[in-house]
């Protein structure tokens, strides 16, 4: 299993910038990809971006040009630098990694950091 810990989240006006963390421990030499994801309140828990082992990136088109996902292999620690931040960007965010172990893939969650936009 791989714990995961989010820091970074806050209060932020809008075009602010907030920058991520996501500290990974335990089996961390089995993560493949990892990402990060938003629920807002009502909403579904959604795809933010993702970055795979290789360095290979995804994002969601509401966040492109505006967030950057990366990731410290040596630190085992992801980052999601956001900029130009707008309303609609506030949800909680959580952090996901997919693990390859015993012959299988498995998927970790954090606790999930709030992130607020407004005025």
């Known amino acids: 299993q791989v714990q995961l810990v989010e820091s970074g989240g806050g209060l932020v006006q809008p075009g602010g910038s907030l920058r991520l963390s996501c500290a990974a421990s335990g089996n961390t030499f089995s993560i493949r990809t990892m990402g990060w994801y938003r629920q807002a309140p009502g909403k579904q828990r959604e795809l933010v971006a993702t970055i795979a082992s290789g360095g290979n990136t995804n994002y969601a088109d509401s966040v492109k040009g505006r967030f950057t996902i990366s990731r410290d292999n040596a630190k085992n620690t992801l980052y999601l630098q956001m900029n130009s931040l707008k309303p609609e960007d506030k949800a909680v965010y959580y952090c996901?990694?997919?693990?390859?172990?015993?012959?299988?893939?498995?998927?970790?969650w954090g606790q999930g950091t709030q992130v607020t936009v407004s005025s």
């Open positions: 996901n990694v997919n693990r390859y172990q015993y012959g299988g893939y498995y998927s970790d």
